[in-house]
């Protein structure tokens, strides 16, 4: 199972909206709705941020969505803050009890 | 509060095993799915495996490059989980973190412990 396609990097301005892709196929996030984003801050764990393409956990903030279209999810963070700064990775069910992460994308705000 | 705690990483040589354990607490362990996902050092997140609950029979599921040689399992009476790694590789050299599996997204995560595949 191949790892799903994130650019490498991507970034904004305080106050801007900065949106990260996350490509697969037919037989991941094509296929299912179950499509996860999570924050990763240097030295420390993941946190979940997205859920099921669009829905946020408890506690994350509004300024942070999910869509998707075909094969390629998109995260879109909007009213970038400082705080916002870190590794970003999409994560797809690929079937046959799979998962899959994306490779991942540092965000930089300028 | 929900806390995952990872312990058992350390130093081994390539073809050697070792066990990781995860102890849970703040929530009822026996109820969710259980993950193991590794992040070599300066790379990406991979999943390596998910063990079902009690309903779920326990029976688990791996990623092709750990199948065959690793196993997850859990102890609900002791609301920990485990990784037994066999025949260990140096590309199995990562931070390992176990994770509450909730719906397919995973909404805690330990902290993380390091395993180096060197000899």
């Known amino acids: 199972q191949s790892a799903l396609t994130q650019p490498p990097s991507a970034s904004g301005s305080p106050g801007q909206s900065v949106t990260i892709s996350c490509t697969g196929t037919s037989s991941d996030v094509g296929g299912y709705n179950y499509v996860s984003w999570y924050q990763q801050h240097p030295g420390k764990a993941p946190k979940l941020i997205i859920y099921e393409v669009t829905k946020r956990p408890s506690g994350v903030p509004d300024r942070f969505s999910g869509s998707k279209s075909g094969n390629t999810a998109s995260l879109t963070v909007s009213g970038l803050q400082a705080e916002d700064e870190g590794d970003y990775y999409c994560?797809?069910?690929?079937?046959?009890?799979?998962?899959?992460f994306g490779t991942g994308t540092k965000v930089t705000v300028l | 509060e929900v806390q995952l705690v990872e312990s058992g990483g350390g130093l081994v040589q390539p073809g050697g095993s070792l066990r990781l354990s995860c102890a849970a607490s703040?929530?009822?362990?026996?109820?969710?799915?259980m993950d193991w996902v590794r992040q070599a050092p300066g790379q990406g997140l991979e999943w390596i495996g998910r063990?079902?609950?009690?309903?779920?029979?326990?029976?688990?599921d791996y990623a092709a490059s750990v199948k065959g040689r690793f196993t997850v399992s859990r102890d609900d009476s002791k609301n920990s989980l485990y990784l037994q790694m066999n025949s260990l590789k140096t590309e199995d050299t990562a931070v390992y973190y176990c994770?509450?599996?909730?719906?397919?997204?995973?909404?805690?995560w330990g902290q993380g412990t390091l395993v180096t595949v060197s000899s």
């Open positions: 994560n797809s069910y690929a079937g046959s009890n799979n998962f899959v």
């Open positions: 063990i079902r609950n009690k309903a779920g029979g326990y029976t688990a």
């Open positions: 994770a509450r599996d909730w719906n397919t997204a995973l909404d805690y």
């Open positions: 703040g929530f009822t362990f026996s109820g969710p799915y």
